[in-house]
């Protein structure tokens, strides 16, 4: 076929729109990270706060903080209270440093309270001691005091990324405490979507009118647990308030003494997602269709 110096300029026109077109495809975030082309109804455009730049690196901070306070007693008992919180604080996540939402539900659930932030929340745990017994006063001291006895306190707060992939970023949280008899254990998780800059929560990733099937998936891993393993285990009577969401499915987190001895400490059960398909949310599904390289990361000790 011989090539007309009219068909090469029409030839180099439809190379510059097609050129054109898959840039702008690409800004708006239809591209995506498995390379599929794919366009958001116009529903998700309008729930996502912006559409975020996916290639930019994550930024943290870490922060590491404690106290140590003494109440002598006019018997001559001496109560201590040792308060640790080391967190791996994000700055910004794929370029967005506007995060107030992801850090208000941090703070929240890592001390129980809603600080306006970080630093309204290390000084006020910080400087009020939570010790075992009632006290009217007490002191703050520089080096960490001996417990004496049954009669030491300590609590120890950790936040920091659990979870990562190309569209999920999740956060645990680590609460420890010691009131002088009994050791105490809590995890917790926040889940942020990385493209759509916005949290998501349990109604967001499953039909929450269909927990009892759901609870019912979860016990048949129980009972797995329980004839296989020899573990025991008590069958859950509904779902966990704490779940994090994992490669190959979903891991509802229950508190000490929930479905197991306390000693036991938190128990964490995983329904895989071709089991959980028929009650996902449509906004998980497609999150799951778009989602790579998803990795754990190791806790941040103290």
């Not at 998700?44 to 002598?72: C, F, G, K, N």
């Not at 006019?74 to 992801?102: D, E, Q, R």
Request: glycine share 4%.
């Amino acid at each position: 076929m011989r090539v007309t110096k009219q068909n090469l300029v029409i030839l180099v026109w439809v190379l510059v729109i097609m050129n054109v077109a898959a840039a702008v495809w690409f800004a708006v975030g239809i591209v995506n990270s498995d390379g599929k082309f794919r366009f958001f109804d116009d529903d998700s455009v309008q729930r996502a706060d912006t559409l975020a730049d996916l290639s930019l690196p994550d930024e943290y901070q870490m922060i590491t903080d404690y106290a140590y306070h003494v109440s002598e007693q006019g018997n001559g008992s001496t109560y201590t209270c040792i308060t640790f919180v080391k967190a791996k604080w994000p700055v910004s996540i794929n370029g967005n440093s506007g995060m107030g939402h992801l850090k208000e539900a941090l703070i929240t659930k890592l001390f129980g309270h809603p600080y306006s932030d970080m630093k309204e929340a290390l000084d006020s745990v910080l400087a009020k001691p939570q010790f075992n017994i009632p006290v009217n006063a007490f002191r703050r001291v520089e080096e960490r005091p001996t417990s004496i006895s049954n009669l030491g306190a300590e609590h120890y707060y950790r936040c920091f990324p659990h979870c990562t992939s190309d569209r999920l970023l999740e956060y645990k949280i680590v609460r420890n405490d010691y009131d002088g008899t009994h050791a105490t254990h809590k995890a917790g998780f926040v889940h942020y979507d990385r493209l759509r800059q916005q949290l998501i929560t349990i109604d967001m990733v499953i039909d929450l009118n269909k927990q009892e099937q759901i609870t019912s998936l979860v016990n048949e891993r129980i009972k797995h647990f329980v004839d296989d393993e020899q573990m025991s285990l008590q069958r859950a009577i509904t779902l966990p308030q704490e779940f994090y969401l994992g490669a190959t499915g979903i891991v509802f987190v229950f508190p000490e003494g929930a479905i197991a001895p306390t000693e036991s400490g938190v128990i964490e059960i995983k329904v895989d997602y071709d089991k959980l398909k028929p009650y996902l949310t449509d906004y998980y599904k497609e999150l799951l269709e778009n989602n790579a390289n998803y990795k754990e990361l190791p806790d941040v000790q103290l």
